[in-house]
């Protein structure tokens, strides 16, 4: 029987960035390959780049996403001028400073970035094929002890709690299918009444699924976002406790 991990996604703004038009950053309702890999990646203490381990990793993902909670999207127009000097965001007290030219920042950036506001997402991914490295396994210790900080779409959205589940049996898990994984990790407190799920269009169709495309992968080697795949998006119904039933 497949291996999946669980994840739970949840910050007070968070950013699954979608297709940028111009200067907007747009968001999808869901996290994206793109997403997942730079976030494992970054736990596991892979560089930018590193872009033949990058893409490695994001070609062995498979994975569905529930969305628990959806908040309100709001919009941030940053005005931002940089020097190539300029340090900041450190990772385990070490100072970065940033790279390129001098003309990357000889003049101000003016942009709009969309944030997503109190959103629960869990997450079911496993990994093809399951026995290369880095395995589930290793995952989970870098998930608990990550290289540098972790950051849900953007360097401003931290998460909120942590990635993995406090109990290690809803950290990896043996399922059949991508949606039986997702259905051992429970949906957040405060949940909405109606769960989104988004799953590979290859999985089982079932009434009222919506398949639609998605650009969620990134090129690593070009830098360049694309992939084109389908996915399938259903709604099912949060399930309500009977009352006096166990937890």
């Given at each position: 029987?497949?291996?999946?991990?669980?994840?739970?996604?949840?910050a007070?703004?968070?950013?699954?960035?979608?297709?940028?038009?111009?200067a907007?950053?747009?968001l999808?309702?869901?996290?994206?390959?793109s997403l997942?890999?730079?976030?494992?990646?970054?736990?596991?203490?892979?560089?930018?780049?590193?872009a033949?381990?990058l893409?490695?990793?994001?070609?062995?993902?498979?994975?569905a996403?529930?969305?628990d909670?959806?908040?309100?999207?709001?919009?941030?127009?940053?005005?931002?001028q940089?020097?190539k000097?300029?340090r900041?965001?450190t990772?385990?007290?070490?100072?970065?400073g940033?790279?390129?030219?001098?003309?990357s920042?000889?003049?101000?950036?003016?942009?709009?970035?969309?944030?997503?506001c109190?959103?629960?997402c869990?997450v079911?991914?496993?990994?093809t094929p399951?026995e290369?490295t880095p395995?589930?396994?290793d995952?989970?210790?870098?998930l608990?002890?990550?290289?540098r900080?972790?950051?849900?779409?953007?360097k401003?959205?931290l998460?909120?709690r942590p990635?993995l589940?406090?109990r290690?049996?809803?950290r990896?898990v043996?399922?059949?299918?991508?949606?039986?994984?997702?259905g051992l990790?429970?949906?957040?407190?405060?949940?909405?009444?109606?769960?989104r799920?988004?799953?590979p269009?290859s999985?089982?169709?079932?009434?009222?699924?919506?398949?639609?495309?998605v650009?969620?992968a990134?090129?690593w080697?070009s830098?360049?976002?694309?992939?084109?795949r389908?996915?399938?998006?259903?709604?099912?119904?949060?399930a309500?406790?009977?009352?006096?039933?166990?937890?």
């Open positions: 029987m497949p291996r999946f991990l669980l994840l739970r996604l949840e007070p703004l968070l950013a699954f960035g979608g297709e940028v038009v111009d907007r950053g747009v999808a309702d869901f996290p994206g390959a997942l890999t730079g976030l494992l990646a970054n736990a596991l203490g892979y560089r930018r780049g590193e033949e381990r893409q490695a990793l994001q070609d062995r993902l498979v994975f996403a529930r969305l909670r959806a908040g309100a999207r709001i919009t941030d127009f940053q005005t931002v940089l020097d000097d300029d900041g965001w990772t385990r007290g070490r100072p970065e940033r790279a390129g030219g001098a003309g920042y000889a003049g101000p950036h003016l942009r709009r970035r969309d944030y997503d109190d959103v629960s869990a079911a991914l496993r990994l399951s290369a395995t589930l396994d995952l989970v210790t870098a608990l002890q990550p290289e900080p972790l950051f849900l779409g953007r401003p959205c998460p909120s990635l589940d406090e290690a049996e809803r990896i043996d399922a059949e299918s991508l949606l039986a994984a997702l990790l429970p949906p957040a407190e405060d949940s909405d009444p109606t769960l799920i988004m799953l269009a999985e089982p169709a079932a009434p009222g699924d919506h398949v639609r495309p650009t969620d990134r090129n080697r830098g360049v976002h694309g992939g084109h389908l996915v399938r998006v259903r709604a099912i119904a949060r309500v406790p009977r009352p006096g039933a166990a937890a």
